[in-house]
């Protein structure tokens, strides 16, 4: 069963991501602004785990090869487990919980323009030559709702000063977990390892 869910953790994380968009359709036909925009943000996640590995795909190439590991297809698709579980935490607890705890939401638009960011920042670090990294239109399209989400946040006096604060910590704190998940899976990995590579990759000569 393991083996089964490493293998397919893709096609497993979008089956529930979309049975979730589903039965909110069926069951819950009334949902607040806040959902809705969590509703589309679950789409175009689902959409951006396609794009970023499958079609094309080749976004965890690009990474193995910063990491400068020998990564087996196993546990690159194993490691579509552990994002899952992080992105289906990133849209169901402000989904339930946004509107009374608008830090949610605002962890999830960060994570959102993190998104669109590391997407175009990646062109310089892999040294592409195409303005494109795998992944990347679904990003932006992602970083774009992010922005008009906390746009409305704003004008509508949605949340306080902490909501804003501590809804980046929120997302960095989740995504902290997600990547130590992850770096154990490579094996032999640190994070005091990454500052290292990310300036190797950026000093290399064209």
């Given at each position: 069963?393991?083996?089964?869910?490493?293998?397919?953790?893709?096609?497993?994380?979008?089956?529930?991501?979309?049975?979730?968009?589903?039965?909110?359709?069926v069951?819950?036909?009334?949902?607040?602004?806040?959902?809705?925009?969590?509703?589309?943000?679950?789409?175009?996640?689902?959409?951006?785990?396609?794009?970023?590995?499958?079609?094309?795909?080749?976004?965890l190439?690009?990474?193995?090869?910063?990491?400068?590991?020998?990564?087996?297809?196993?546990?690159?698709?194993?490691?579509?487990?552990?994002?899952?579980?992080?992105?289906?935490?990133m849209?169901?607890?402000?989904?339930?919980?946004?509107?009374?705890?608008?830090?949610?939401?605002?962890?999830?638009?960060?994570?959102?323009?993190?998104?669109?960011?590391?997407?175009?920042?990646?062109?310089?670090i892999?040294?592409?030559?195409?303005?494109?990294?795998?992944?990347?239109?679904?990003?932006?399209?992602?970083?774009?709702?992010?922005?008009?989400?906390?746009?409305?946040?704003?004008?509508?006096?949605?949340?306080?000063?902490?909501?804003?604060?501590?809804?980046?910590?929120?997302?960095?704190?989740?995504?902290?977990?997600?990547?130590?998940?992850?770096?154990?899976?490579?094996?032999?990995?640190?994070?005091?390892?990454?500052?290292?590579?990310?300036?190797?990759?950026?000093?290399?000569?064209?």
């Amino acid at each position: 069963m393991w083996k089964f869910m490493k293998h397919y953790a893709l096609e497993i994380y979008t089956v529930i991501a979309m049975l979730l968009i589903v039965l909110v359709a069926v069951c819950m036909p009334e949902l607040t602004v806040i959902q809705k925009f969590v509703v589309i943000l679950s789409f175009i996640y689902i959409l951006h785990e396609w794009e970023e590995g499958h079609y094309p795909g080749g976004f965890l190439d690009l990474i193995t090869q910063m990491l400068q590991r020998d990564i087996d297809d196993e546990t690159k698709r194993g490691s579509r487990l552990t994002t899952g579980v992080f992105l289906l935490t990133m849209t169901v607890v402000p989904f339930f919980f946004g509107d009374a705890i608008p830090m949610f939401v605002v962890a999830m638009a960060t994570f959102s323009l993190f998104e669109g960011f590391i997407h175009i920042f990646g062109i310089r670090i892999f040294r592409l030559k195409k303005f494109y990294t795998p992944g990347m239109v679904t990003a932006e399209i992602q970083a774009v709702i992010a922005i008009v989400l906390i746009v409305y946040l704003a004008v509508n006096h949605i949340g306080a000063w902490y909501d804003y604060v501590c809804g980046p910590f929120i997302f960095l704190a989740c995504f902290a977990c997600m990547q130590r998940t992850l770096m154990a899976m490579v094996g032999g990995l640190h994070y005091s390892d990454m500052p290292k590579l990310i300036k190797a990759q950026l000093s290399k000569k064209e």
